[in-house]
């Protein structure tokens, strides 16, 4: 783990005195204007689905997934100035997810169906420069009831650029089981990078690229791997007499492959697409995406 937080200190270093250098002296303005908060509702449905595999010795087991997910999720967050420089977020979501798994067993094909509620809690603390870039370190714990929890570091890192934000990310996690017997642990490191582009006042467009690697330490040689990416669509209407522009919605695709190494079977691989609905109502004073995601969020 030392080594992905110097790597991270490297990054965020790096961006630090690319952002004095490419946008000129620390601005006047606050970290957060003033303490605001938000709620937030989700939708998302999606499909997994892949080759065959077959266990050894041959002919035991064939699975062949294709999962249909869909879950939805409520939520909230506050973010509040810690002085000039530096500001504090919390927040906490839950919802549930319903999802769908289509395999052959032994030349028969199955359905299972499985829904689960997941909750999840967290807070940064970061320095922000609304003309230059960000720097974010905080902590998350993410639950799905019965199956299992995961406690993950958090990091992230930003530079702004004329009407661009670039920002990139590291998080590490480390998550258990609470219903296996055996109980299984698993590590797990993510790395990802976005590009947010203000097309206009209340118009935004956001794409995406992450990497993602899990290991199973009582399991020998079992990993994964992912690589996804996607695309988002950021909007704000107007609201009510007075032309408030409290709410954002959100819409974003998805997709992605994760490649499976586990003892006894040929590298199983499942591909996935997703599609991302969302609607969030901020209790702010911000006239743009740019001063909403710059000077309040």
Not at 263 to 276: A, R
Request: net charge negative; with cysteine; charged share 20%.
């Amino acid at each position: 783990m030392q080594r992905f937080t110097t790597t991270l200190c490297a990054i965020a270093l790096t961006l630090s005195v690319a952002g004095q250098s490419a946008l000129g002296a620390e601005t006047d303005r606050p970290a957060v204007k003033e303490f605001n908060y938000r709620t937030s509702f989700t939708y998302s449905f999606g499909s997994k689905y892949g080759g065959s595999t077959e266990s050894v010795p041959p002919g035991e087991t064939v699975l062949i997934p294709d999962i249909s997910v869909h879950a939805w999720s409520f939520g909230g967050g506050v973010t509040v100035p810690l002085g000039n420089s530096f500001g504090g977020h919390a927040f906490l979501i839950g919802g549930k997810a319903y999802s769908q798994l289509e395999y052959t067993e032994l030349g028969a094909n199955q359905i299972a169906n499985f829904d689960f509620g997941k909750v999840e809690v967290g807070s940064t603390a970061f320095w922000r420069d609304p003309d230059r870039g960000f720097l974010e370190l905080g902590y998350s714990y993410f639950n799905i009831l019965d199956v299992s929890h995961r406690h993950s570091l958090l990091s992230a890192a930003g530079l702004y650029v004329n009407s661009i934000d670039f920002t990139i990310g590291f998080q590490y996690g480390s998550d258990s089981t609470t219903s296996a017997d055996p109980r299984r642990e698993r590590n797990l490191y993510a790395l990802y990078g976005a590009a947010t582009w203000y097309f206009s006042n209340h118009v935004a467009v956001r794409a995406g690229l992450g990497w993602e690697k899990s290991s199973t330490p009582s399991i020998s040689e079992a990993e994964s791997e992912s690589i996804d990416g996607g695309a988002e669509i950021l909007w704000q209407p107007t609201l009510g007499p007075q032309r408030h522009r409290y709410l954002t919605l959100n819409l974003a695709l998805g997709g992605g492959r994760t490649e499976y190494q586990i003892p006894g079977f040929p590298d199983p691989s499942l591909n996935f697409v997703e599609v991302f609905v969302g609607l969030t109502f901020d209790h702010t004073d911000a006239d743009s995406l740019l001063e909403l995601f710059r000077e309040y969020r």
